[in-house]
């Protein structure tokens, strides 16, 4: 079994969760473009299952592309429903998935600050 550094783990979610919620906010802001298809990121649990594939990175400031870390993908999640406006945008799903995100970062953010807080306690004389 390999150990896993959980903050290393973390900041690749934060990462991910904000690469997400920009995918996530691009949709909204298309949902009324005709011809339009939604997009998301591929599930956290690919990433961390496929953790030692590396990133083939053109430029080392592109976001989430650091060499060594997992890589992140947009997918297109356009679904056979097409909308009066012309595109697949559902608001509904949309918005469902922006508070999903912010969830995520609350949590996120609870274990990395309970960590930290435990490491400071071992710390101190």
């Not at 979610?13 to 691009?26: C, D, E, Y």
């Amino acid at each position: 079994m390999e150990a896993v550094n959980l903050f290393q783990l973390a900041t690749t979610q934060a990462k991910w969760l904000s690469l997400r919620q920009t995918t996530v906010a691009n949709n909204i802001a298309n949902a009324h473009a005709p011809a339009y298809r939604p997009m998301d990121v591929e599930p956290f649990e690919a990433i961390v299952a496929n953790r030692s594939v590396s990133i083939g990175a053109t430029a080392a400031s592109h976001f989430g592309t650091q060499p060594g870390e997992p890589s992140m993908r947009i997918v297109d999640t356009g679904g056979p429903d097409v909308s009066a406006s012309g595109n697949r945008v559902s608001m509904e799903q949309e918005l469902v998935k922006s508070s999903e995100i912010r969830h995520a970062f609350e949590i996120n953010t609870a274990i990395v600050s309970s960590f930290h807080r435990m490491i400071l306690m071992t710390a101190k004389p």
